[in-house]
Structures are given as C-alpha cells and as structure tokens.
C-alpha cells in the first residue's frame, strides 16, 4: 500500500514496505484491551510528558498489562505490580508491542 499526502508545494509519498517491521507492529496503549500485555517501545510527545513517565516507571522495553480500558471511565495499567491510572491523552501518545 503507498500512502500520499501534500503539504504546501511538496508531494510526499510513503510505501509500507519503508517502514521498518517493528513500526508495523506498533500500536497506541489506548487501542489495548483489558488483560492485555504489551512492551513500551516509544512515547511521541516532549519532554515534560516523556519525564513523567518515566519518573512513573514507563521507560522502553517495559511490559505493561492493561487492567480497565472502560470508556468513558479510566484507563488503568500495571507495571511492575503497581497499578496507575493515565489519561486518554497520554495513552494515545504511548507506542507499545504487543506481547
């Protein structure tokens, strides 16, 4: 599949094949459901929120398992055997693979 898009004057083009393997297989935290397992790859968002996160345990190659995805309601994690709850937002922002 290509996938085009345009900007201003430029033509930009993007063939699946481009991507690396592990891209493909990269998911938002916020697509998981309940009872899920997944190993943090990469946060997309800036420093501040990649600080805290970190500063909460959630640095790459940690595993994650989803305790409640409910919506509306929050969106509950484990790592390490503590349970944290994180905003909507910031599980968008949060790349994982699926165990």
Not at 34 to 39: D, L, P, Q, V, W
């Amino acid at each position: 599949m290509v996938v085009t898009w345009q900007t201003s004057s430029k033509h930009f083009a993007r063939n699946d094949s481009d991507m690396g393997t592990e891209d493909k297989r990269l998911v938002p935290l916020s697509r998981l459901k309940a009872g899920e397992r997944a190993r943090l790859v990469r946060v997309n968002a800036g420093q501040g929120l990649k600080s805290r996160l970190a500063a909460m345990g959630l640095v790459r190659d940690v595993e994650i398992t989803v305790v409640s995805s409910g919506y509306p309601g929050p969106f509950i994690i484990s790592v390490k055997g503590c349970k944290m709850m994180l905003g909507r937002g910031m599980t968008h922002k949060i790349m994982v693979m699926q165990c």
